[in-house]
């Protein structure tokens, strides 16, 4: 049985999600998918970053105690080599999952830059490259013959990128709309239920949905990454953040909720791409009040989903959890049996 190597950037929340699966599941996984996985390197801010080709020990890795870092450890130092590591390493995957940085994507879109130019497939859930330097990174990838995979860059695990290329190939795709953020969909919820939007964001907070600063949920501008990458990667469109409209949910009031409500409508923030007649994609971050036959106005609490109008079967939506640790993990893990199938089919082919 043939094994993938990974490489950590990043051992936060979902890439320690992916090496708790790895550890705990990984026989398992083994027989399900037939592929090996280990991992192999790791990088943090607060960890350092650790480097063993023979395969790290993650049970110890695990134990370690607070504040400790990988100093201590065979192959460790206290600092993180990001570069060094993704360029040295002997993983063939590396698994991006550092902060999304909304003005320019960095240091991530080094970070996948250096992998795979450096010979080695990435997958990631990180925004950040895919909707600022998507056509770029997937070029060099192709160049080298490695694979830039990001499923859960825009509905964490619920697979809306494989599912319009794969499930819906054949189709002529028109256009693409979504509830694409948890936190702002829990939010005009909770205002339907008479909560003030103050409230209702602290209460998104409490749960663990919205961050400290919730501006990217509640303004938009996280679904107008996500709209970016679903009209490039769907429909072709080579558009930047510049060219989707945006606005956010902050100006809506209970007053207009109430209206909604009267007219058989329930307000969503709506990220949308739309090909005209004339070939052109037009993109928009908005709130919308949509009747409730819509098949997104259903949709509630911190559920996204997509809807795709295509030539043969009218609307297809898919819906499903667009955050969570666990969830965005086997976003990744869809990326690697993903990229996994690629190289098995290269392979095929060269004989």
Same mark, same amino acid.
Request: negative net charge; hydrophobic residues 45%.
């Given at each position: 049985?043939?094994?993938h190597?990974?490489?950590?950037?990043?051992?936060?929340?979902?890439?320690?999600?992916?090496?708790?699966?790895?550890? &705990?599941?990984?026989?398992?996984?083994?027989?399900?998918?037939?592929?090996? !996985?280990?991992?192999?390197?790791? &990088?943090?801010?607060?960890?350092?970053?650790?480097?063993?080709?023979?395969? #790290?020990d993650?049970?110890?890795?695990?134990?370690?105690? @607070?504040?400790?870092?990988?100093?201590?450890?065979?192959?460790?130092?206290a600092v993180?080599?990001?570069?060094f590591?993704?360029?040295?390493?002997?993983?063939?995957?590396?698994?991006?999952?550092?902060?999304?940085?909304? %003005?320019?994507?960095?240091?991530?879109?080094?970070?996948?830059?250096?992998?795979?130019? +450096?010979?080695?497939?990435?997958?990631? &859930?990180?925004?950040?490259?895919?909707?600022?330097?998507?056509?770029?990174?997937?070029?060099?990838?192709?160049d080298?013959?490695?694979?830039?995979?990001?499923?859960?860059?825009?509905?964490?695990?619920?697979?809306?990128?494989?599912?319009? +290329?794969?499930?819906l190939?054949?189709?002529?795709?028109?256009?693409?709309?979504?509830?694409?953020?948890?936190?702002?969909?829990?939010?005009?919820?909770?205002?339907?239920?008479?909560?003030?939007l103050?409230?209702?964001?602290?209460?998104?907070?409490?749960?663990?949905?919205? @961050?400290?600063?919730?501006?990217?949920?509640?303004?938009?501008?996280?679904?107008?990454?996500?709209?970016?990458?679903?009209?490039? @990667?769907?429909?072709?469109?080579g558009?930047?953040?510049?060219?989707?409209?945006?606005?956010? #949910?902050?100006?809506?009031?209970?007053?207009?909720?109430?209206?909604a409500?009267?007219?058989?409508?329930?307000?969503?923030? #709506?990220?949308?791409?739309?090909?005209?007649?004339?070939? @052109?994609?037009?993109?928009?971050?908005?709130?919308?009040?949509?009747?409730?036959?819509?098949? !997104?106005?259903? %949709?509630?609490?911190?559920?996204?989903?997509?809807?795709?109008?295509?030539?043969?079967?009218?609307a297809?939506?898919v819906?499903?959890?667009?955050?969570?640790?666990?969830?965005?993990?086997?976003?990744?893990? +869809?990326?690697?049996?993903?990229?996994?199938?690629?190289?098995?089919?290269?392979?095929?082919?060269?004989?």
């Amino acid at each position: 049985m043939h094994r993938h190597d990974l490489a950590l950037i990043g051992f936060g929340g979902v890439n320690r999600a992916l090496a708790e699966i790895v550890h &705990t599941r990984g026989t398992a996984l083994a027989d399900d998918l037939g592929f090996e !996985l280990r991992v192999v390197a790791i &990088t943090d801010l607060r960890l350092g970053s650790l480097m063993r080709a023979d395969g #790290i020990d993650l049970g110890a890795v695990f134990a370690m105690p @607070e504040g400790a870092t990988f100093a201590g450890m065979p192959g460790g130092a206290a600092v993180p080599q990001n570069d060094f590591i993704i360029r040295n390493t002997t993983a063939d995957i590396v698994v991006e999952a550092t902060f999304t940085n909304p %003005v320019d994507g960095e240091p991530a879109v080094s970070h996948v830059r250096a992998a795979l130019e +450096s010979g080695k497939s990435v997958t990631t &859930t990180n925004k950040g490259p895919v909707a600022l330097a998507g056509a770029e990174l997937h070029r060099i990838a192709a160049d080298h013959g490695v694979r830039f995979a990001h499923e859960g860059a825009v509905m964490s695990g619920t697979p809306v990128l494989r599912f319009a +290329s794969d499930m819906l190939r054949g189709t002529r795709i028109s256009g693409v709309e979504g509830i694409l953020n948890g936190t702002s969909n829990f939010v005009l919820g909770r205002m339907e239920a008479g909560a003030t939007l103050a409230d209702a964001v602290a209460e998104a907070q409490a749960l663990g949905y919205a @961050e400290a600063d919730p501006s990217a949920d509640i303004e938009g501008s996280d679904v107008q990454l996500k709209v970016v990458i679903l009209a490039n @990667e769907i429909l072709g469109a080579g558009i930047t953040t510049a060219d989707v409209v945006r606005r956010g #949910i902050s100006a809506i009031t209970p007053e207009d909720i109430a209206t909604a409500a009267a007219e058989g409508r329930r307000w969503k923030l #709506i990220g949308s791409a739309t090909r005209t007649a004339d070939g @052109e994609v037009v993109a928009s971050v908005e709130p919308v009040a949509l009747p409730l036959a819509h098949p !997104l106005a259903g %949709v509630s609490g911190a559920t996204n989903a997509v809807s795709f109008d295509t030539d043969m079967l009218g609307a297809v939506t898919v819906s499903g959890p667009g955050a969570g640790r666990i969830e965005t993990a086997y976003a990744l893990l +869809s990326d690697i049996i993903a990229i996994d199938a690629h190289q098995r089919a290269l392979a095929e082919t060269a004989r």
